[in-house]
């Protein structure tokens, strides 16, 4: 993996994320000979970018190894020459990248685009997950048709998009409008239409923004499930897949469908986990004894990753992304 990345220009969405910092933590540790790694972060400036990175990602402890392998000293001269967080919001064209010469910068830059940004919440307001499951996606591939050394686009997305089907589901890639239930058509112009069309029928209701925002939440479990998906969460990145594949023309394009992602296995060291989310809120429940059963199958498999491989186990996701992605491109 490391020589495939010596050189190599790389640009991250969803840089502050947990699977995107696992990330970053390895290009810097594996190969300090990447070229640049340019980090798209929410914020309103490049001032407030940089801050946000540096608070939300070199801080953390996954950085404590690389920081003693290097010196504290090396690494801040090794991300300031590298690495530049970039001030933007996949739910815009081009980001809402305001420098036009950074902008430039990029386009002949890039190798490789890795979108990781996504919302993950099942029960996201439709409209919102919308703007950044789906129309971020596009926004990624437009931005990436205009890039002109980009070899690959890796588009992290959800192995739930396939639903609740039991026995074997093979894993495919969707078709422009396919459905799980196969009984309705999917029409993602549509969609924005219903969008628009509620926000303007609550808009004259004149709701709180609590009740426009639970409202919207209804609407996208409603369309989720008149087309066979379970919430909103997995029908938007299921729709974002879709027109990937649609609209991708002859860029080399990669979508990594991780289950839920826990904490990191081996690298760079085990158990650095962020938060409490997903399956982790089950875990520390029963670590502190608040939680003593919990009702399922004894004989299920349990279905989930850590951040260092991908096999569907109790292994990870980040040495999948560096070694099957990065590393065997070529």
């Not at 050189?7 to 947990?18: E, L, S």
Request: aromatic share 10%; hydrophobic share 40%; with cysteine.
């Amino acid at each position: 993996m490391e020589y495939f990345l010596e050189g190599k220009t790389i640009f991250i969405t969803g840089a502050t994320g947990f699977l995107a910092k696992i990330l970053v933590e390895k290009i810097l540790r594996v190969q300090p000979n990447v070229k640049k790694l340019f980090l798209l972060v929410r914020a309103s400036d490049t001032k407030s970018a940089k801050k946000r990175f540096n608070d939300e990602v070199m801080q953390t402890e996954l950085f404590i190894v690389l920081r003693e392998k290097i010196g504290v000293n090396n690494l801040n001269s090794l991300i300031e020459e590298k690495v530049f967080p970039i001030a933007g919001d996949i739910s815009f064209e081009d980001f809402g990248i305001e420098n036009s010469e950074m902008k430039n910068e990029m386009f002949k830059e890039i190798d490789i685009i890795i979108n990781s940004a996504a919302t993950t919440r099942f029960d996201e307001r439709y409209d919102i997950a919308m703007n950044i499951n789906v129309q971020g996606a596009v926004n990624v591939l437009n931005f990436a048709k205009r890039c002109v050394n980009v070899k690959i686009i890796i588009h992290v997305s959800t192995a739930y998009v396939c639903g609740e089907g039991e026995g074997i589901i093979q894993e495919k890639s969707f078709t422009l409008g396919e459905t799980l239930n196969k009984n309705s058509k999917l029409d993602i112009d549509v969609e924005k239409k219903v969008i628009e069309e509620k926000l303007k029928e609550l808009e004259a209701q004149r709701l709180t923004t609590k009740e426009v925002t639970m409202a919207m939440r209804d609407l996208g479990i409603q369309r989720a499930n008149l087309h066979g998906w379970p919430n909103t969460y997995s029908f938007t990145k299921a729709m974002g897949e879709m027109l990937l594949g649609h609209l991708k023309e002859n860029l080399q394009l990669v979508i990594i469908r991780p289950t839920i992602i826990t904490s990191t296995y081996k690298e760079p060291f085990p158990g650095w986990i962020e938060g409490v989310k997903t399956v982790d809120s089950f875990i520390l429940a029963y670590g502190k004894g608040v939680l003593n059963f919990c009702f399922g199958d004894p004989n299920s498999k349990i279905d989930m990753v850590c951040a260092h491989s991908i096999l569907c186990t109790s292994y990870g996701t980040i040495n999948f992304m560096s070694k099957y992605i990065l590393g065997c491109l070529f």
